[in-house]
């Protein structure tokens, strides 16, 4: 390691930075310099069995080392633990493998709030170009020739058909491709899994069978904080295995995620006046909104256990995934085949969950320094229930999993159910009650430094308002959560980000 002088560094090889630093790679005489705090994998089959396994979620298990914990509170008297993977490919390599592009109402609200990049005929062509659609082919509207492999989850296995029938019981239609703007009803969910396996960014964009001479990657690597001389951006200070070292380049693209990206903004002295003053930060840009209108789906719960068990299917372990519209509010609610005690890394059942999120876009939360170092997470707080959208959205939800949990389908083909009751769902007040003991998150930040509202951080090309020569390109700057899970999105980011980043060198 040297503090040699770089042309761009990106900080984060999860999700977003791992395509940007594939794209720039592409650019003869570029070096680039990709930093990530977890650890490497010097093949694709390096990486451990629980981050390959397409049969956990590596996230859901806060005491597995690739996690890095966030702290925060769901409610005012609720605390909870967020993960964020902390592993080349990031929080890719720990999710679900959920793969279900953003909707179109949510493109047309990010080129409303920023440009025609942001819109879906701009991004179409890159949701395409990223995947190799294993279940489609090359389309209109799906790519097979892409990084990124994707298949569907099987519906045969019992629980999942229960699932369906359970939909299709009160009167949701099916929707077999959940990639093609389609209709709301009950389908198959894209997955970035072949078989057993679960395709993180890493292995899909960084294969290190894939030679990238101008591509220089440290791992076990903390960015502490960005540099500047003046507003002009010079590089950044990083710390590796206790040695402080200040690297140099033209341009630094955040990469880090939604909720590490703004803490660095902030101990670089960009973000809230005020905030940064509590942590003797010295100002480099006052910028109201970091941390701020922070994005996420919150979740509830419920479950079945079938009476028919059966062995477990080779791939994911998502089973149906059904979208609704019930009044005003979006909801969308996510089978797992294997019970929550198992993805958690408890003693595992036979009983199936659904997780239902409302997906309407909404920024209820917030996230604080704690302290001037990078190794203090920042806290997070949700606010979801300070919120009187996401309290109706709430309640719509939780009625729909009793409408679940009380079709024939469900109570025939079940040993019991779990989930709100009749009775907990009579009025307003007692259902608020059974969710604010519930009510979890779906672990989805976006937005907290975005291009969006009346003091956006970035420009809607991620360039950090007030500074030069330091870019965004996560979730961070999108101006809500998308209507579904963001992983596609954040791939996408990568992908808009570094074609507008390839343009600029070019000129």
Same mark, same amino acid.
């Not at 977890?38 to 451990?48: S, V, Y």
């Not at 440290?218 to 590796?240: A, N, Y």
């Not at 341009?251 to 670089?268: D, K």
């Given at each position: 390691m040297s503090n040699d002088n770089w042309d761009v560094i990106i900080v984060g090889a999860g999700s977003s930075g791992a395509v940007v630093a594939s794209r720039l790679s592409n650019i003869e005489n570029l070096r680039i310099l990709l930093v990530e705090a977890? #650890?490497?994998?010097?093949?694709?089959?390096?990486?451990?069995d629980e981050i390959r396994s397409a049969h956990i979620v590596a996230g859901a298990r806060p005491d597995n080392s690739f996690n890095r914990l966030i702290p925060g509170q769901i409610t005012d008297s609720r605390e909870y633990t967020a993960t964020r993977g902390r592993i080349l490919g990031g929080s890719s390599a720990t999710n679900g493998g959920y793969f279900i592009r953003p909707r179109r109402a949510d493109f047309d609200e990010w080129e409303a709030a920023g440009s025609a990049l942001w819109g879906y005929n701009s991004a179409l062509s890159s949701l395409r170009e990223m995947e190799s659609d294993l279940s489609y082919g090359s389309t209109a509207l799906h790519g097979a020739q892409g990084p990124v492999p994707v298949t569907r989850t099987q519906l045969s296995y019992p629980s999942v058909k229960t699932f369906h029938e359970a939909a299709t019981e009160l009167g949701f239609p099916e929707h077999p491709d959940?990639?093609?703007?389609?209709?709301?009803?009950?389908?198959?969910?894209?997955?970035?899994?072949?078989g057993d396996v679960q395709y993180n960014s890493a292995m899909t964009y960084l294969d290190p069978d894939?030679?990238?001479?101008?591509?220089?990657?440290?791992?076990?690597?903390?960015?502490?904080?960005?540099?500047?001389?003046? =507003?002009?951006?010079?590089?950044?200070?990083?710390? $590796?295995?206790?040695?402080?070292l200040d690297v140099h380049?033209?341009?630094?693209?955040?990469?880090?995620?939604?909720?590490?990206?703004?803490?660095?903004?902030?101990?670089?002295?960009?973000g809230p006046q005020d905030h940064l003053a509590q942590h003797s930060i010295p100002l480099a840009v006052d910028s109201p909104q970091v941390g701020r209108g922070l994005s996420d789906h919150p979740q509830l719960v419920s479950m079945w256990m079938p009476k028919e068990n059966a062995e477990y299917p080779v791939g994911s372990w998502m089973g149906g995934v059904l979208h609704a519209h019930i009044g005003s509010s979006e909801i969308e609610a996510l089978q797992s085949i294997r019970s929550l005690s198992e993805l958690v890394g408890d003693e595992p059942s036979a009983a199936t969950a659904l997780m239902l999120a409302p997906v309407s876009p909404r920024r209820t939360g917030h996230l604080n320094l704690v302290?001037?170092?990078?190794?203090?997470?920042?806290?997070?707080?949700?606010?979801?229930?300070?919120?009187?959208?996401?309290?109706?959205?709430?309640?719509?939800?939780?009625?729909?999993?009793?409408?679940?949990?009380?079709? $024939?389908?469900? =109570?025939?083909?079940?040993?019991?159910?779990?989930?709100?009751?009749?009775?907990?769902?009579?009025?307003?007040?007692?259902?608020?009650?059974?969710? #604010?003991?519930?009510?979890?998150?779906?672990? $989805?930040?976006?937005? =907290?430094a975005s291009f969006a509202g009346e003091h956006p951080v970035v420009d809607p090309e991620g360039r950090v308002l007030g500074v030069r020569g330091l870019r965004i390109a996560d979730t961070s700057i999108l101006p809500a959560a998308p209507r579904r899970g963001p992983a596609v999105a954040a791939l996408l980011i990568g992908e808009l980000l570094a074609s507008v980043i390839t343009a600029d060198i070019a000129r």
């Open positions: 977890g #650890a490497g994998a010097q093949q694709i089959l390096d990486f451990p959940m990639n093609d703007q389609g209709e709301d009803g009950f389908g198959a969910v894209p997955t970035n899994t072949v894939i030679e990238r001479p101008g591509l220089t990657m440290w791992t076990d690597t903390t960015v502490e904080r960005v540099l500047f001389k003046g =507003t002009t951006t010079t590089g950044v200070r990083l710390r $590796h295995n206790d040695e402080i380049a033209r341009e630094v693209i955040l990469c880090a995620g939604a909720l590490i990206t703004p803490q660095l903004l902030m101990l670089s002295g960009i302290s001037g170092s990078i190794d203090d997470a920042p806290f997070v707080s949700y606010n979801y229930l300070n919120n009187a959208d996401v309290r109706a959205d709430l309640r719509a939800s939780a009625r729909l999993a009793k409408d679940i949990l009380s079709t $024939h389908a469900v =109570t025939t083909q079940s040993e019991w159910s779990w989930g709100p009751s009749g009775e907990e769902c009579s009025n307003d007040s007692t259902l608020d009650a059974w969710i #604010a003991l519930n009510v979890g998150t779906s672990m $989805h930040a976006c937005a =907290t």
